[in-house]
């Protein structure tokens, strides 16, 4: 079309009115134009069809096939083809589509015509389309005076008023194939061959016309004395062969399989994906019946399937295929509903989905790892928000005494190393004070320090409180849970009371400090962790290994740093200084007003021994807050009588007499518990009272069958 006709005058005066169904497009699928026709066809009123676009009257469009499309349309100029369209109410109907490319003062445009083929045979609508689109013109060459009749079509097909045109000697010029109609003349002329044969001419803006011409000679006395023929512009039948021959390439061409069933389960045709990926020859496809294909599928299965799918157009189904061979892999099927000549088709699309299955999986199992994740990140995190809540006894480690200076100088040392950690000494020194010290002096400060109590848990869950288990691994493990070593991983993990630990998980502790690796309780897999590791105690582990109850290779793999924290008696000069600190913290909670301890409170604290150590002195300074008023913090009833210095240092407090003279009775009843000349009956104790104070004592019971 020439860029200077007005682009409003070219459609309403040239396409309104013509008796086919046109619409016009843009680059983006946008309907720009529709003729009355079109919008009759498809129910939509003008309005209504200028806010749509090709998506929402051809379903199957889709961003990607419209480009390639658009392109070959651009490139070709005219491309021809079968299509389904969708009314406004939803009906679906086939129709034959014949694109043309143009351009109109810059703005590039596809105009479409529409032939429904729904109702009627194809080759039906093609000829009938033909005798609307064609025009078909004759002439006749007088050879004995050279001149030539021609009709008003032939002259419109060629676009001319001059008859002269169409002489032989001229015709052939207005040819693409201008050699080949010369030596098909010139045979008709002098042989007296006829021809029927579709050549090409140039139409208007360049565009390529294709014409039919079919010639015969009239012979008289045997001599050719006239030449007829007629020349018939077939360019849409044309341009719809090399269409359809362009579509069936494609669709052989495309990696899914694609059948079409008649009602009865024939297979009346398929693409080259078929054999290809069933393994079956085409000869074996020729009475192919969609029984064969899966015993499954029954007459009746079949049958209710193809009326379903004629009520609803378009049917989604998820199927397992079995090839030739009988092995099988899984599909997802589009079946569409066709009509031709009278009879209804199912057009079935099958896309073999196994790596789509196989991502699918993955993503399903890396969505897994990242929820477990999430959910290890979410334990931490509130595991630190549980630590954040708890008290802590100093922000900082209050010390002025020179004896304590020379334990802060171990930290100090080992701190910025990832060594192996073990901090000795009695209950209430703050061994895990010391613990923290030398996390928050490390590397791995930025990540968590994990504290574990041995001797807090019981010992069926300490392993599973330390290496985590997955669900199922044991009665009550209704989750997946996390454990202590896999929070700490890349910071710190503080062992407390190590000495608790049972000699069966012995081993997979030591695992764990030469491997950096545990096995989750129920798991299949091996974990790898980088933890450093403090363990504290306040037992004597190498008479513990002498005695058996702890493994000498896991007291060596702990004992390579080796921090012995001073009892508090041992660094006296530090006890005004922490007795200030906890009357401050414990004032400020009570809404008491103490500013300072008297120097008579002063001396009566370093006056006594201090069993309990730390955690005594701040328990005395708490319970001094709550009794006694005042700005100064006087002596009272919460000093403790009969603890001071006149004492000689190395009387045993009274739970260590407990603790030896429980040993002494257990030694004598060799080892034995319970019974009539078991220890408790010694004792004049219940059985389970003497359990729970060797528990809170540390003395380890052995139990021996008696002896008979």
Not at 361 to 369: D, G, Q, V
Request: aromatic share 10%.
């Amino acid at each position: 079309m020439s860029g200077d006709i007005p682009f409003q005058v070219f459609r309403e005066q040239f396409f309104k009115n013509l008796p086919y169904k046109i619409m016009w497009m843009d680059e983006s699928g946008k309907i720009i134009y529709a003729n009355s026709k079109f919008l009759k066809r498809l129910g939509y009123t003008r309005k209504e069809v200028e806010k749509l676009s090709i998506f929402d009257i051809n379903p199957t469009s889709t961003q990607e096939s419209w480009q390639i499309h658009w392109q070959k349309v651009r490139e070709e100029g005219v491309y021809s083809f079968k299509a389904v369209h969708q009314t406004k109410k939803g009906e679906f109907y086939d129709v034959e589509v014949s694109s043309h490319f143009f351009s109109n003062n810059g703005k590039e445009i596809i105009a479409a015509i529409v032939n429904d083929i729904s109702e009627s045979s194809f080759y039906k609508n093609l000829l009938n389309h033909a005798e609307r689109m064609a025009n078909v013109g004759g002439w006749k060459l007088n050879l004995q005076d050279g001149s030539i009749v021609v009709t008003k079509q032939a002259l419109e097909i060629f676009e001319t008023d001059n008859k002269e045109d169409l002489l032989p000697g001229k015709v052939i010029h207005l040819f693409q194939e201008s050699e080949e109609l010369k030596t098909l003349l010139s045979k008709a002329i002098r042989n007296g061959a006829s021809y029927d044969v579709v050549l090409t001419i140039n139409g208007v803006a360049g565009h390529s016309k294709y014409i039919r011409c079919v010639t015969e000679p009239i012979v008289q006395k045997d001599k050719i004395v006239k030449i007829i023929g007629t020349y018939q512009d077939v360019t849409p039948q044309k341009e719809h062969e090399l269409g359809l021959k362009l579509y069936k390439e494609i669709i052989d061409n495309a990696p899914d399989l694609i059948y079409i069933w008649d009602i009865h389960g024939k297979l009346l045709q398929y693409n080259e994906a078929v054999p290809k990926n069933l393994g079956y020859a085409k000869s074996e496809l020729n009475d192919f019946y969609i029984y064969d294909l899966d015993e499954k599928i029954t007459p009746e299965w079949w049958r209710e399937h193809f009326m379903e799918l004629i009520e609803k157009k378009v049917l989604n189904l998820d199927w397992l295929i079995t090839r030739k061979d009988f092995t099988k892999f899984p599909a997802s099927i589009i079946a569409n509903h066709l009509t031709y000549q009278g009879q209804n088709l199912n057009c079935a699309i099958i896309r073999d989905v196994t790596q789509k299955n196989k991502r699918d999986k993955a993503l399903f199992e890396a969505l897994e790892e990242i929820k477990s994740l999430k959910t290890q990140l979410e334990i931490e995190n509130e595991y630190l928000k549980e630590e954040i809540k708890q008290e802590v006894n100093f922000d900082n480690i209050i010390c002025q005494s020179d004896e304590y200076r020379e334990v802060l100088e171990k930290v100090n040392q080992v701190a910025p190393t990832d060594t192996t950690v073990l901090i000795t000494g009695e209950s209430g020194t703050g061994k895990e004070l010391l613990a923290r010290a030398v996390h928050d002096n490390s590397q791995r400060k930025e990540k968590p320090l994990i504290k574990v109590n041995a001797a807090t848990l019981p010992s069926e869950l300490i392993e599973s409180e330390l290496f985590g288990h997955k669900k199922g691994a044991f009665t009550g493990a209704t989750e997946n849970k996390v454990g202590k070593f896999s929070l700490a991983d890349g910071g710190t993990i503080f062992l407390d009371e190590i000495g608790e630990l049972p000699l069966d998980l012995q081993p997979k502790l030591l695992r764990v400090i030469q491997e950096g690796e545990f096995d989750l309780l129920g798991g299949t897999k091996t974990e790898k962790v980088n933890v450093r590791i403090v363990a504290a105690t306040n037992r004597n582990l190498e008479k513990m290994v002498k005695d058996g109850k702890f493994r000498e290779d896991l007291f060596y793999r702990l004992n390579v740093f080796p921090i012995h924290n001073i009892p508090l008696r041992e660094r006296k000069d530090d006890i005004p200084l922490l007795a200030q600190y906890f009357l401050k913290k414990y004032s400020a909670r009570a809404g008491k007003s103490f500013k300072r301890l008297s120097k008579k409170t002063i001396a009566a604290l370093m006056n006594y021994t201090f069993p309990g150590n730390i955690r005594e002195l701040e328990n005395l300074i708490e319970r001094a807050v709550i009794i006694e008023n005042g700005t100064i913090l006087n002596p009272g009833t919460w000093i403790p009588n009969g603890r001071t210095a006149e004492f000689k240092e190395d009387f045993k407090s009274f739970e260590a007499m407990q603790r030896d003279y429980i040993i002494k009775v257990l030694e004598k009843t060799n080892w034995r518990v319970s019974g009539p000349k078991g220890a408790a009956a010694i004792l004049d104790m219940k059985d389970k009272t003497l359990f729970a104070k060797m528990k809170r004592l540390g003395i380890e019971k052995e139990v021996r069958l008696k002896k008979s």
